[in-house]
């Protein structure tokens, strides 16, 4: 029962299945599209964006948010917002894709995903360091009672008043993980538009291919950016504030951000896609 | 050989440029009071302590930053097109954009603060006078770097992304490290000074935050002295490591086992940080221990007092 007397809202599955009706016909309605404006090498297109959408949307959920009250160390995690955090990592693993985007799609996606990786372990191993060295306060979660990797015990390491401080090892591990899959759909949606662009672009402006690069380039990641805080916004308000990482029971609510994910990121690449086209 | 020389050296610059600009956008956003313990800022009149604390979280640190930096990003790349020096261009671009910021602190200031008026807390304009210019300055040392390390990247190192496009992705960035490093420190460490150390805040003491200095009221420049002996050095450590590991591993491996090197030298990085946070939090358990029962601690200290 909500405030307002109506059902509360699921906590892991969709509270009206006419949203998740609504979002399948989006989704649908999106490739369609994409089929009508490039036939099937714009739907491989899209595809491939609507997969980096819901890495992005699964791999946000990893990562240990502790908002406002890890601030204050009254809660664990990381001090700032999820989507904050998030992007913060993903972009970086989407500078070093795009890097390394001329050594071919593979490769290009490793370096975004390790990228995303290492930025979270410095920063995740950074807060570790701030709250050891600089306020004397060891790692506590508050939703478990044990590591589920290391099997350190937590109850009594949490200070009194305190829902637990600091980032445990599971939450370490889990701000890796996020930063990984985070960095690879990001580079994964700029190296889909990139494509897209660079085999349309020279054809429509009656450039050289080497001459549209510059455009190409810029197009791909103005989109896969804000592509990006679409879909870490998206998965932030289904986390509702904070998150330990993958043992917190919030995490339980990944399908529904990977679902609303799918659309979102199916609906934003159309339009990425259709801008090209439209303009014809 | 020649090239990979240049390579290492303009990653060292650019590692340099990234420690300073997380050191001083920790120690504005202390003195701004810009990211997420700002709540106890804007909760303590509330909770009936008036206090003479900065009060701007305009947004996020990491949007904050995005736009800063890819303001000053674009204007410098609209001046360079312009012919300008680059230098100079760098310098303007900066100085234009920290406008911006300052225009942000002082509306974000006067909005909150009018907005407290029914807790009695004033706005003081003498607090706004001292402390935006100091803010605009330490933003400007932040965006100037931020900037300057994205410049070499462009242009030295080869990076396709243009500038403005690479200053907002390293806007971000920075303002993700500096919240996640430094904001502890700020918000647990100096506003709870008075509570006590090695141990989280209780819930039960939001809002009452430290106000008196050793002499009068304390002021938002006095957390700027404070955080920057840790949060704002080790936000920078931490920036600066993010960046000149990211370009480290590609400048000097990305050559080996066909570009697989780089992605390899990056897993074998992120296993050592593993490694040492995992050291980290056995040291603290083992050397702090864990915390008493409520009820034993005051029987300790009852026992003490009688003796």
């Known amino acids: 029962m909500s405030a307002l007397g109506g059902a509360a809202g699921g906590a892991e599955g969709f509270s009206s299945p006419v949203g998740l009706i609504g979002g399948i016909i989006l989704l649908i309605l999106s490739f369609v599209l994409a089929f009508y404006f490039g036939a099937m090498a714009t739907v491989w297109i899209l595809l491939g964006v609507v997969i ?5 949307g699964f791999g946000v959920h990893f990562v240990p948010v502790g908002g406002a009250p890890a601030a204050m160390g009254q809660a664990p995690g990381i001090a700032t917002g999820v989507a904050m955090l998030a992007a913060g ?37 950074m807060v570790n360091v701030i709250y050891v060295f600089g306020m004397g306060i060891p790692a506590a979660s508050g939703k478990v009672a044990k590591d589920p990797i290391t099997g350190d015990t937590f109850p009594e390491y949490k200070s009194q008043g305190s829902e637990g401080h600091g980032l445990p090892f599971i939450s370490y591990v889990g701000g890796v993980i996020g930063g990984f899959f985070a960095g690879l759909g990001g580079s994964l949606i700029y190296l889909m538009l990139l494509d897209i662009y660079e ?6 402006l009656g450039a050289s291919a080497e001459s549209i690069v510059p455009l190409a380039v810029s197009l791909a990641g103005i989109f896969a950016i804000g592509m990006f805080l679409v879909n870490a916004v998206l998965s932030a308000y289904n986390i509702t504030g904070t998150i330990e990482g993958p043992h917190d029971p919030k995490f339980r609510r990944v399908p529904r951000a990977m679902i609303a994910s799918a659309v979102a990121s199916a609906v934003c690449g159309i339009i990425a896609i259709m801008i090209i086209f439209v303009g014809v | 050989m020649e090239e990979l020389m240049l390579g290492i050296g303009i990653t060292a610059i650019a590692g340099a440029l990234a420690t300073v600009a997380g050191a001083a956008e920790d120690t504005e956003s202390d003195i701004g009071s810009q990211g997420d313990p700002n709540s106890q800022v804007q909760l303590a009149p509330q909770m009936g302590y008036i206090h003479r604390i900065f009060n701007k979280a305009v947004s996020g640190e990491p949007p904050a930053y995005g736009l800063w930096c890819a ?38 200031y006067l909005g909150r603060t009018a907005s407290l008026a029914k807790f009695e807390q004033p706005v003081y304009i003498d607090i706004l006078k001292s402390v935006t210019t100091v803010t605009m300055a330490h933003a400007f040392i932040a965006i100037f770097t931020t900037v300057t390390m994205c410049h070499l990247m462009n242009t030295a190192l080869g990076h396709p992304f243009p500038l403005p496009l690479l200053g907002l992705v390293w806007g971000i960035a920075l303002g993700a490290a500096g919240s996640a490093t430094g904001n502890p420190f700020y ?18 003491a939001s809002g009452d935050i430290v106000r008196y200095a050793e002499a009068g009221d304390r002021s938002s ?23 000149f590991l990211e370009l480290w591993r590609t400048v000097l491996f990305e050559e080996w086992g066909n570009g697989w090197g780089a992605i390899i030298a990056g897993v074998i990085l992120v296993l050592i940080f593993t490694a040492i946070d995992r050291y980290i939090e056995v040291y603290a358990r083992k050397t702090f221990g864990p915390y008493g029962a409520p009820e034993a601690v005051e029987e300790e200290t009852s026992t003490e007092a009688s003796t």
């Not at chain 1, 980096?52 to 992005?56: D, H, Y």
């Not at chain 1, 989407?94 to 593979?106: D, H, R, T, V």
């Not at chain 2, 920057?228 to 490591?241: E, I, M, T, Y």
């Open chain 2, 221 to 243: 420049l006095d957390n700027g002295w404070f955080t920057s002996k840790l949060g704002g050095p080790a936000s920078g450590v931490c920036f600066g490591l993010i960046v």
């Open chain 2, 71 to 108: 303001l000053g990003a674009g204007l410098a790349w609209a001046l360079m097109a312009m012919q300008l020096n680059p230098i100079l261009a760098l310098i303007l671009g900066s100085a234009l954009a920290v406008f911006v910021q300052g225009v942000y602190c002082v509306t974000a």
């Open chain 1, 89 to 125: 990592a993903g972009l970086a693993g989407l500078f070093g894709g795009a890097w390394a985007a001329e050594l071919g799609l593979g490769l290009a996606l490793a370096g975004g995903a390790i990228g995303g990786a290492l930025m979270m372990a410095i920063t995740c191993m």
């Open chain 1, 52 to 56: 980096g959408g819901v890495l992005i």
């Open chain 1, 199 to 204: 085999q349309t672009l020279p054809d429509i």
């Open chain 2, 187 to 204: 918000g647990k460490e100096r506003q709870y000074q008075n509570y006590d150390f090695g141990a989280g805040t209780p819930i039960s």
